[in-house]
């Protein structure tokens, strides 16, 4: 769980106060997808997964009130992965009455369980860098201009080599290099700002 920053104590102490609506938007706008995604992946339809990532939220709203960090090694994010899991968990184990599952109730749970069990932990942390990543790219390309931002993407996000790229943009090596490096370094930067904007570290 490494990747998924944990949550600063001022914006969980935020999240705990109903009145605050600002706060309750930053942790969706993050984790809603997050969870809707990781529960997409794991085989639900989409009605579904909305369902579980309403859930999740929903949970957390009750939950967070009485929530304590026992200790320095108590993580919210563990926490909050234990409810995503559940939550999944819970909707991939509901099965209609009149369908057959082939064995008794036990075996279709656990085949569930180990469906769903240690990957939804480290499939949320991808999630939740991929949604970090999405945003900060939208937010370095609205302000890089287009060679630039092309440098970047026919290299790092196409494969194109560099004499290549050089070639299509009509542009020098040296420039496609430092066009590249650019905007890596303002992605970085822009990962971290959107971290510390929305209250994460």
Known sequence: MDDVPDTRDSLLIRIADPCDQGAWEQFAR?????????????????????DVAQQVLI????ALPTWERRDE??????????????????????QPKDRAVGGDDDRANHRADDKVDDGVDSQLEREYRRQLFRKAAERVRSRAD???????????????????????LN?????????RSRIIRRLRDAVKQLEDESDFS
């Open 30 to 50: 993050i984790y809603r997808p997050v969870v809707y995604n990781v529960a997409r992946m794991r085989g639900l339809q989409d009605a579904d997964a909305q």
């Open 59 to 62: 949970a957390v709203a009750r």
């Open 73 to 94: 090694s108590t993580r919210f994010r563990h926490w909050l992965c234990r409810i995503a899991r559940n939550a999944t968990v819970n909707m991939l184990t509901r």
């Open 146 to 168: 287009a060679i630039t931002w092309q440098a970047f993407a026919i290299t790092m996000i196409d494969g194109l080599s560099i004499p290549d790229a050089a070639a299509q």
């Open 171 to 179: 542009r020098s090596e040296a420039v496609i290099y430092a066009a």
